[in-house]
């Protein structure tokens, strides 16, 4: 996965400029995921959405906090038998 954005003082995620060549660029290395600020891909002041490439699965999050969840979501592990 490419992570790629700001990150506020409060945890909020904030777009940075450049995403769709940003994303384009990550497809052309290989990344299958990309994880990024809610809103990134939005152009003219929010009234339509760039193109994300068709390689890549996008994730928008919206706070550190959501971020922190999906990794530890992928990360917890399985219960042991007996335990």
Known sequence: SVYFGEISLSGATRPVSH???????AEKLGFGRAILPAGSMARNNGKTKAAAPSGLELVEISELADLAGRILARASPTPEAGV
Request: proline share 14%.
């Open 19 to 25: 995403a769709p060549a940003r994303l384009k660029e």
